[in-house]
């Protein structure tokens, strides 16, 4: 069987998708819906009982979180050189310690900073939050990109999936179509050009192609979606 890749466009799902272009083989997707609550449904929470993407599904079992999907990968398709083949158990820990702080340190960042009306009850307490996500973004993405103003990728290795992750992260906090706010390249100017780079790569550019077939799904269906902001004249959530 193919392994089957269970996704949501503009999802860190994207960084997997990637992974699984980069090694060339067939494998197949699955489009998560959240709008139609498809991550609560109990055929889906029996492959991932936290209702998250990615989830892959392998001939052999189930993984789910990014970087214990990614390691997988990396390990059972060494030729792919998703990550560095090394034999030292010191610079092996050292490589994995960056997927861990794309997992770990920034993601929750992320979310705090794009979608700070998911981690508060009360809307008001929203701008705060977000606020805060973009300072502590900023202290932790500021030393990478001090690394990236005297390298090409992240690893003294060469590109890895990392780049791939570190890509995705930089196109969730510049924007994604959020409504207007966003860091810009002047605040990480290496982080801006690597991603750039990054995102050249063959394996990204098709990983994209898959999130518009799904975001052309969801368009049809009516299940884009669109972050809410709060109305403080109205006191209530807009999706204007």
């Not at 701008?127 to 932790?140: H, N, P, S, T």
């Not at 990728?153 to 930089?170: K, N, P, Q, R, T």
Request: proline share 7%; glycine share 8%.
């Amino acid at each position: 069987m193919n392994p089957t890749l269970y996704f949501a466009p503009q999802t860190c799902a994207r960084v997997s998708l990637t992974a699984l272009e980069e090694i060339g083989k067939p494998f197949d997707t699955r489009l998560i819906a959240f709008l139609a609550a498809e991550h609560r449904a109990p055929d889906f929470l029996a492959i991932n009982p936290s209702g998250k993407v990615p989830a892959l599904v392998t001939e052999g079992g189930i993984l789910v979180q990014n970087g214990a999907i990614l390691h997988y990968l990396a390990l059972t398709r060494p030729e792919a050189k998703l990550l560095p083949r090394v034999d030292d158990p010191l610079r092996q820990a050292q490589v994995l310690s960056w997927l861990f702080r794309c997992s770990s340190d920034l993601h929750p960042l992320v979310s705090r900073y794009v979608l700070p009306q998911f981690a508060t009850a009360n809307p008001d307490d929203a701008d705060g939050i977000r606020a805060k996500g973009a300072e502590l973004l900023q202290a932790q993405l500021q030393p990478i990109d001090d690394l990236l103003r005297g390298r090409e990728w992240v690893l003294d290795e060469g590109w890895s999936i990392i780049d791939a992750y570190l890509s995705w992260i930089w196109f969730r906090i510049s924007g994604a179509g959020f409504g207007g706010f966003g860091f810009g390249q002047a605040c990480l100017p290496a982080i801006a050009a690597h991603h750039a780079r990054a995102s050249e790569r063959p394996s990204a550019i098709a990983a994209l192609r898959h999130e518009a077939r799904a975001q052309a799904e969801l368009k049809e269906r009516g299940l884009v979606f669109r972050p809410p902001t709060y109305d403080r004249n109205h006191g209530d959530e807009s999706d204007r």
